[in-house]
């Protein structure tokens, strides 16, 4: 199932309910959660956020290795934003955990990426080498002895420094929390399919798509997604496990409360995966890059595309809406769409009518956030166009591209 099919444009379907976040005491508490978010994130996440940036960068200068430290690089400068976005998750942690949840978010995040970029250089083996390096991941939500005061044993380190310093300091990190063994569980069985979506995904050059379908039918199985969404939502589900890691700050948070912030975010992380493959795929297509093995090239009608994240959109937003905490990670959700709707991509042939089409779904939520894009992206391309105009040549930076969130990954950051 080539993406080429996905070229024309066609009459959209668009039966589903309009305004399905209209409630009004949701919009309002929503409304007060973006300001209380914000005040929270520029106060005292983002410093944090800022620091740890730069200290991995340092970290990531001494990899010896020339082709590791180039990759780790240019993931710190193309996809940092990511570690920016996904913090502010941490504003639902109290004060006294929330730097502690920082460090874990930003140093899993840059640990996701990182993986990322390793798992799509060609291997001889892709599935088992993918499944070597990600364990890295699993590993840095396991935390053996959390909470009981016994000594935190870490697993044995690789060859690569900088990999096993992302995963342990995720791992110090939540150590540190009052409900790390609630969600250690949850998280590794997140993290375990995240690197297996991503692995397969990237072999599928090598391998074939079918691989990845009896996988995903697989996983599928006793869930309500499909299993193209159950893979386009583990894919993106480091988002997820950013999730629990702010929720095991509160020491109220059990086990069957991680559960229900894995299923809700599940289906965020479809729309996430989805719009990020469709707002690149005019660009894919002018460049002559387009992936043959996306997640968007899975479907071959734009109307059961379109169904698909409009259909996995309003089943997020019933079910972060439920959670404790509902109206900030419905924020989330909205901060997600909005990222991608307000990207120049939307406007291209098949983005539009689906763009349009999920705006109308979570109006009014969406509007203020969706604003707030508008105008940083607006500002970040005037900055570029100042930046442009005082030098004498050369090219201007691009828009950061983000996976996630509210990959919000692109939310704004209060106590």
């Keep these: 199932m080539g993406s080429s099919t996905l070229h024309g444009s066609s009459t959209l379907d668009d039966r589903l309910p309009v305004g399905t976040l209209g409630d009004r005491r949701l919009i309002a508490r929503a409304g007060l959660a973006l300001v209380l978010a914000n005040v929270r994130y520029w106060t005292s996440v983002a410093p944090v956020v800022r620091g740890e940036l730069r200290r991995w960068e340092q970290q990531a200068r001494a990899i010896d290795d020339p082709e590791l430290r180039a990759l780790a690089l240019e993931k710190l400068r193309s996809e940092g934003f990511h570690a920016e976005a996904a913090a502010m998750l941490a504003t639902l942690a109290p004060r ?10 930003v140093a899993l995040e840059l640990l996701f990426d990182y993986l990322d970029g390793l798992t799509e250089r060609p291997s ?19 935390v053996p002895g959390a909470g009981t005061g016994k000594k935190l044993e870490l697993s044995p380190q690789s060859d690569d420094g900088y990999l096993d310093g992302l995963s342990r300091a995720v791992v110090l990190a939540l150590a540190r929390l009052p409900a790390a063994l609630a969600i250690t569980e949850v998280a590794q069985r997140i993290a375990a399919r995240s690197g297996q979506a991503q692995t397969r995904m990237h072999a599928a050059s090598q ?3 079918a691989q990845v379908e009896e996988w995903a039918r697989e996983e ?20 997820v496990v950013h999730a629990l890691i702010a929720a095991a700050a509160d020491p ?12 809700a975010y599940l289906s965020t ?18 460049s002559g890059d387009e992936s043959l093995h996306g997640y968007i090239s899975l479907y071959e009608d734009p109307q059961e595309l379109s169904q698909t994240i409009s259909g996995a959109a309003q089943r997020a937003a019933a079910q972060v809406s439920a959670l404790r905490n509902g109206p900030h990670h419905a924020m989330t959700l909205v901060g997600v769409v909005a990222y991608y709707t307000s990207d120049p991509g939307a406007r291209g042939e098949l983005a539009a009518p689906i763009v349009e089409r999920l705006q109308r779904q979570l109006t009014p939520l969406i509007s203020p956030t969706l604003a707030l894009m508008r105008g940083w992206r607006l500002a ?8 442009r105009a005082s030098r004498s040549g050369g090219l201007a930076s691009v828009l950061d591209k983000s996976r996630f969130i509210g990959k919000s990954r692109g939310s704004g950051g209060v106590q």
């Design 220 to 239: 599928a199985g006793g869930t309500e997604l499909e299993w193209r969404e159950l893979l386009a939502g583990s894919a993106s589900s480091v988002l």
């Design 269 to 286: 992380c479809t729309v996430l995966t989805l719009l990020d493959g469709l707002v690149d795929h005019e660009q894919d297509r002018f």
């Design 207 to 209: 391998l074939g798509t």
């Design 96 to 105: 006294a955990h929330r730097r502690d949840v920082v460090e874990a978010i």
């Design 380 to 387: 970040k391309r005037m900055r570029t166009g100042n930046r």
């Design 124 to 142: 001889a083996d892709p599935l088992g080498g993918g499944e070597r390096l990600f364990k890295a991941l699993t590993d840095a939500v396991v």
């Design 252 to 263: 109220r948070t059990t086990q069957e409360q991680a559960g229900e912030i894995e299923s």
